[in-house]
């Protein structure tokens, strides 16, 4: 099988905030639907190694602020590349508060929605929310950011002209969805990315 088929598919990118006391917390996400309209359910997957994951199971609340394609790199590094539990994600970030007291996006973003989990499902390295939407406004008119808008507008190039000295001689494997980089000689095949968690088949040699 070819595994690149998978990224055939089409993502949008998302910011998911949570509540738990008087700590506030988002990360990046790209996968949520809307499955039912009767009643009103939106489905999204998380990964169990986020902390926002952690603050969703115990709370069971969230908003989702939709991306739209004004979106910068420094808003994806802000919420994807650090980790809620020793960084505060939302500073120097504009936003709001829904009615559930959760935080959503102001900026570079085109709607929010707010959710109450109804049900979950194990998926082994993430779980399923499937929630009741209890909230939710539009934003801008301006067009949903997908996964293919953000490689081709937003993610700076690696341009292998730019490379410093330093990088030359650097031995390792870097990460073409988020840019992390591995060093090493050898990239273990079951190898998955601390940052956007895709696996080994989406790095590539420095």
Known sequence: MDSHVMNQLSYGLFVLTAKEGEKDNGCIINTAIQ??????????????????HDMIMKTKEFN????????????????????GRDTDKLAAISFSRAENGIVYLTKESNGYI????????????HTAFIADVTGGEVLSENPSVTYSYYHANIKPAR????????????????????GYI??????????????CKHGADDFEPL
């Open 114 to 125: 707010s959710g109450k989990v109804a049900d979950m499902v194990d998926l082994g390295t």
């Open 35 to 52: 499955v039912t309209t009767s009643p009103n359910r939106v489905l999204i997957a998380v990964n169990k190694d986020n902390y926002t």
């Open 182 to 195: 591995y060093e090493g000689d050898t990239l273990p095949p079951d190898f998955v990315c601390p940052i």
């Open 64 to 83: 989702l602020t939709i991306l739209d394609e004004s979106a910068t790199f420094d808003t994806f590094k802000q919420f994807g590349f650090q980790s």
């Open 159 to 178: 341009k292998q002209t730019e490379k410093t000295e330093k990088q030359e001689e650097k031995k390792g494997y870097i990460c073409k969805i988020c």
